[in-house]
């Protein structure tokens, strides 16, 4: 036993001097919240009102999922049948249960032959921020799509987001926000309103306020994509 002491010690000066090694990035939190996205069009052979009773059992039996936070389905304003759903889910795991519960779902086949099938693949992004200012109904649903201009890191955009969150504290109507980011790069703001009216007096307002301005310069306009609609009761 002493002699394995001894060359323990020996060997201390030697293990001192070698180069630390890197220590794994830890992996995401699965009960971070995700943000599921996705554009529903009609098929041809679907009448807005088949449409409208489909999407209406899907999204019951959507919230019915272990993990389900929150569903908002909106009429999107550029027509031409599209519906947007926007469900926030506990964690990846939730969401990844529910797809696989649905699969199969009465109630989800209906919704898929309701619409058009290129239109049911759906963008997962994780929750980096959230806001809320008003506990009231969502009147109109702002769906931002955007890439970071060329340069601008996670960090600083982050950064410029929560600089301008007393911009977007103090506007009218504006009923909360969060921000999501996905794996390939792309981000989503995620804006509640209370009405469609609210949004139109206020929300190109909000650009002209010097923190919001100063994190949407550090956005890319060529890579950046609105979504909005009025919230289907």
Request: contains cysteine; glycine residues 8%.
């Amino acid at each position: 036993m002493r002699l394995r002491s001894s060359a323990l010690l020996l060997l201390l000066p030697v293990l001192a001097g070698l180069p630390t090694l890197p220590q794994p990035t830890p992996a995401p939190r699965v009960d971070t919240p995700i943000l599921e996205f996705v554009r529903d069009r009609a098929a041809a052979t679907a009448d807005a009102t088949a449409l409208a009773t489909a999407a209406k059992a899907f999204d019951a039996t959507l919230a019915k999922c272990d993990g389900h936070g929150a569903t908002w389905r909106a009429t999107a304003v550029d027509g031409g049948g599209i519906t947007l759903r926007a469900t926030r889910w506990n964690s990846v795991e939730a969401a990844e249960a529910a797809a696989l519960q649905l699969d199969g779902d009465a109630t989800a086949k209906a919704f898929a032959g309701a619409t058009m099938p290129e239109q049911h693949s759906a963008a997962h992004f994780r929750q980096l921020r959230t806001q809320t200012y008003h506990d009231a109904p969502c009147g109109h649903l702002e769906v931002v799509v955007f890439r970071t201009r060329p340069g601008v890191t996670r960090e600083a955009n982050l950064q410029k987001f929560d600089a301008a969150e007393a911009d977007f504290a103090q506007g009218k109507g504006l009923l909360g926000h969060s921000l999501w980011l996905a794996p390939d790069g792309h981000w989503v703001h995620l804006l509640l309103w209370a009405s469609a009216d609210d949004y139109a007096k206020t929300g190109k307002a909000l650009f002209a306020k010097p923190g919001v301005g100063g994190w949407i310069r550090s956005l890319d306009f060529q890579r950046f994509v609105v979504h909005r609609g009025d919230v289907v009761r």
